[in-house]
């Protein structure tokens, strides 16, 4: 029996009504549940560094997570500055606190604000959840540190090598190799009552009028410290700390740089190089002699897994304590290899604070 086109009409927009709902429901229940957020962040922050914790839940047991922070400061009038970091964790719990390992502030003088902020993305996702400004020292809004001035500052010209440029030979290298460029200092009557920090700054290696910028570092001189030690910081940075009476080489700064043409100087003659940068301290009697080097490694796991020497001991200050990364050592700018594994020594800069 055949239906009337009303029947067949009121049918139809049944069978859409209910597919529609049909539908709606599948992209309700398609739609995944909100997890592995972040549920807020502490960290403490003065003129010296920070340390920080994140707190994540709805996490799966197993799973590889990454915590992308950065912490900005701003200075007065000056620009903010922003230091970032990230770390990667993976979940023994649903919920989890990580704490980061912190990282160093330098160049920090007068009123300073910091603000935070972190993002959380799971291993194999695109989406991420952010959190926005996170607790610092115990405030929600932006915390205000007071950094002293430094008692001594040393503009580049003050540290520079005497005489001619320093020699760089050319070199080949296979492609993934790059030149570990590291500096060290000496330093005299430090005091032994109290720390003393020595930060370097805008540190730039120029070869064939080409720049390269390391990343900043500092040297604590710490009375209670008996053991020398170096980290690469989150952002970067090294920080290298050793008792005051330690009359030896100290490293200070350091930077593993993809080879390229330029630096390779086509494979054969010498040119002229220089290593600079900007000294401060909070004491204003610093007095210290430095030098650097460099050597062409063919592969390079990262700075703080090439686990730098601190201090001249077994090694050179400035030279890798890994394996692996010495058996990589070839012939560079500033040594023939071999067991040289800082490069051979520039001259010798000096550094005096003005009286």
Request: net charge negative.
């Amino acid at each position: 029996m055949f239906k009337s086109m009303t029947t067949v009409r009121k049918d139809l927009a049944k069978h859409i009504s209910v597919s529609g709902m049909v539908l709606a429901l599948l992209a309700v229940c398609a739609t995944p549940a909100w997890a592995n957020h972040l549920t807020g962040a502490t960290a403490t922050a003065n003129c010296e560094g920070y340390r920080l914790s994140v707190n994540a839940i709805d996490l799966t047991e197993g799973k590889t997570y990454t915590i992308d922070y950065s912490l900005t400061v701003t200075c007065g009038s000056g620009s903010p500055v922003t230091f970032s970091g990230v770390t990667t964790f993976t979940a023994t719990a649903s919920t989890e606190t990580v704490t980061t390992s912190g990282g160093t502030f330098t160049g920090l003088t007068g009123g300073c604000e910091v603000t935070g902020s972190a993002t959380l993305t799971s291993s194999g996702s695109t989406v991420s959840t952010s959190l926005g400004d996170f607790t610092i020292n115990g405030g929600t809004g932006p915390a205000t540190l007071s950094c002293p001035t430094p008692a001594c500052v040393i503009p580049p010209s003050g540290t520079e090598i005497p005489g001619s440029p320093v020699s760089w030979n050319g070199f080949t290298a296979p492609v993934g190799s790059v030149v570990w460029i590291n500096a060290h200092l000496d330093a005299s009557d430090v005091p032994t009552n109290k720390i003393t920090t020595v930060d370097f700054t805008g540190v730039t290696l120029v070869v064939n009028d080409t720049s390269y910028a390391l990343p900043n570092g500092k040297v604590v001189f710490n009375p209670a410290v008996s053991t020398p030690s170096t980290v690469v910081n989150a952002g970067g940075s090294w920080t290298t700390t050793v008792n005051p009476t330690f009359s030896s080489d100290i490293f200070f700064d350091g930077q593993a740089i993809p080879v390229d043409s330029n630096l390779e100087n086509g494979g054969h003659g010498n040119t002229g190089s220089t290593l600079s940068f900007s000294t401060s301290s909070s004491d204003g009697s610093l007095k210290f002699q430095w030098q650097w080097g460099a050597a062409v490694y063919t592969s390079w796991p990262g700075n703080a897994a090439a686990n730098i020497e601190p201090v001249h001991a077994a090694l050179q200050a400035g030279a890798p304590r890994n394996k692996s990364v010495e058996a990589d050592l070839i012939q560079g700018p500033r040594g023939g290899g071999g067991s040289n594994f800082t490069g051979s020594w520039s001259g010798t800069g000096h550094g005096t604070c003005p009286q």
